[in-house]
């Protein structure tokens, strides 16, 4: 019997085919041959050969759609500058393990190892933890919404002083360390949005206490979002059918007062917001049933504030 590695076949086979698919799709998108060596860590020489078409690789991927689409999607946004090594990695990751999942990696496996044949082999898939399979997937949420907020027109004057954060928690949190969010917050600097980190659970304890009341009470909102608080996005709020919640800052124990608060409105609001104390800057917060959707609610929040 030969024993064959998936992740062989996904160094041998898959990784040349996907690398020359990128250096031909960025070749077309403008990008230099050194600036496409860069981008996918090769020489120069190894790129020209993947421009060339003299790379071999697998037509099984060549042709697969999800590796077609998800090529596209990296090329796009690498060449645009949306998407940065990080990003490449995880849309590769997920691609290669659906291909394991009875697509042409598991058919270029069972072709190395015959004896998989007929066995309905799921090894590859049966092993991903539910558990890590959701912090992932919090993790690139929050990762998503950071650059919305970052590409959000005027976003740059509704961030704090004391910077702003996106927080989403994994389902049934119990501590702030279940909370996904920006290490060292995220600020604005000469108008731009400095996103100084990828996002890491137990990275925040303000928005992480907004986020865990806001669960404590049953609501399915499990993210939120800190910004300035601003009469013109509050009357916006109300303007889109929101009822903002004022609350009081002054309370040492925020998560406990929130949760009381929520508890008289019966439910958790889209936006809640405080007018300060002294030493404590007001903050609205935008609430959300994930990151990407409190984000959302961000920018149609600005949006509507500065129309007409």
């Known amino acids: 019997m030969s024993l064959v590695l998936p992740s ?3 160094v041998d086979r898959f990784l040349p085919t996907v690398r020359a698919m990128l250096a031909a799709r960025l070749a077309d ?8 060596a860069t981008e996918l860590g090769v020489t120069q020489a ?6 060339g078409g003299d790379s071999g690789g697998d037509d099984r991927f060549r042709d697969d759609p999800e590796t077609v689409a998800t090529v596209d999607r990296i090329a796009d946004g690498l060449a645009a500058g949306e998407m940065d090594g990080y990003d490449a990695l995880a849309e590769l990751l997920s691609l290669v393990r659906t291909l394991e999942d009875r697509g042409p990696i598991c058919e270029l496996h069972e072709e190395e190892m015959p004896e998989l ?3 309905g082999c799921d090894l590859c898939v049966r092993g991903l933890d539910p558990d890590v399979r959701a912090e992932r997937d919090v993790l690139t949420n929050v990762r998503t919404a ?6 959000t027109p005027g976003m740059a004057d509704f961030i704090p002083n004391v910077g702003t954060n996106i927080g989403m928690c994994l389902p049934d949190p119990h501590d702030e360390t279940d909370v996904a969010a920006v290490p060292g917050r995220i600020y604005a600097m000469g108008g731009r949005i400095e996103i100084p980190a990828n996002p890491e659970f137990g990275a925040s304890k303000h928005v992480a206490t907004a986020v865990l009341a806001s669960n404590s009470v049953g609501s399915d909102r499990r993210a ?17 059918d929101i009822d903002p919640l004022e609350f009081d800052a002054d309370y040492e124990d925020r998560g406990a007062h929130l949760r009381r ?4 409105r019966g439910a958790v609001p889209a936006v809640a917001y405080h007018r300060g104390a002294f030493g404590i800057e007001p903050a609205t917060y935008v609430f959300g ?3 990407v959707d409190a984000a959302d609610l961000v920018g149609d929040l600005l949006e509507e504030a500065s129309s007409p």
């Open 8 to 10: 062989e076949l996904v």
């Open 29 to 36: 998108r403008g990008l230099t041959q050194r600036e496409i």
């Open 46 to 51: 190894a790129v020209s050969k993947y421009i």
């Open 117 to 119: 044949r007929g066995l």
């Open 146 to 151: 950071a650059r919305t907020l970052a590409s």
């Open 224 to 240: 939120a979002i800190n910004i300035a608080t601003d009469d013109e996005l509050l009357a916006a709020a109300r303007t889109l």
């Open 261 to 264: 608060r929520f508890a008289d």
């Open 289 to 291: 049933a994930t990151a």
